[in-house]
Nanobody
């Protein structure tokens, strides 16, 4: 139901834009976000929107380098990743949570009900 794409192999300092599409479903009562999981590590929060969609939240490690955005007409959420670092290497997952999830819980993976298949981002030094 969620399809993440746009990953690839890039060099440090390069940019990539990930896309999260939801073909055939509007997810009108859900808010999407991005997580990532590096080899041997737990899945971690990357970015999402607030409950009303008016604000964005980022992990400290990506703040100022990554930007989450959406195109409602295309039913797609994006993650623009600039100034990539080798430590950004991970499988990136798009996920959707209910809009009723409170702010203090929106960075928790367990708050998300739907997950995409993930797209691999590899950043070489």
């Amino acid at each position: 139901q969620l399809q993440a794409s746009g990953g690839g192999l890039v060099q440090a300092g390069d940019s990539l834009r990930l896309s999260c599409a939801a073909p055939g479903r509007t997810f009108s009562r859900y808010i999407r976000g991005w997580f990532r999981q590096a080899p041997g590590k737990e899945r971690e929060f990357v970015a999402t929107f607030s409950r009303n969609g008016g604000s964005t939240y980022y992990a400290d490690s990506v703040k100022g380098r990554f930007t989450i955005s959406r195109d409602n007409a295309k039913n797609t959420v994006y993650l623009q990743m600039d100034s990539l670092k080798p430590e950004d290497t991970a499988v990136y997952y798009c996920a959707a949570r209910s809009a009723s999830i409170i702010t203090s819980e929106l960075k928790r993976a367990l708050s998300y009900d739907y997950w995409g298949q993930g797209t691999l981002v590899t950043v070489s030094s």
